[in-house]
């Protein structure tokens, strides 16, 4: 079983930044893919980003160049670090670790004001 806790959200006006961080307790393989994906009211849950274990990101064509996804695989711990942000990234950011099998988390709320 794994478990995914996320912090970091918040409320920031646009053209501020944000990091979130989701750290991963219980049975981590040494090869998965961590990521972050968003829900915005009334859209289906995105992509935003997508890092494997000692590799380099991936991210939606709507964040590139303004978001950054980083692992540190000794705590389990993936970030967001999240700059130049719009009121159009305004959703719930849910961490996602992916094993064999996709693990969720509970999801956090950042809120870009205009």
């Known amino acids: 079983q794994v478990q995914l806790v996320e912090s970091g959200g918040g409320l920031v006006q646009a053209g501020g930044s944000l990091r979130l961080s989701c750290a991963a307790s219980?049975?981590?393989?040494?090869?998965?893919?961590m990521g972050w994906y968003r829900q915005a009211p009334g859209k289906q849950r995105e992509l935003v980003a997508v890092?494997?274990?000692?590799?380099?990101?991936n991210y939606a064509d709507s964040v590139k160049g303004r978001f950054t996804i980083s692992r540190d695989n000794a705590k389990n711990t993936v970030y967001l670090q999240m700059n130049s942000l719009k009121p159009e990234d305004t959703a719930v950011y849910y961490c996602?670790?992916?094993?064999?099998?996709?693990?969720w988390g509970q999801g956090t709320q950042v809120t870009v004001s205009s």
């Open positions: 219980g049975t981590i393989y040494r090869l998965n893919v």
């Open positions: 996602q670790i992916r094993q064999g099998r996709e693990y």
């Open positions: 890092i494997i274990s000692g590799g380099t990101g």
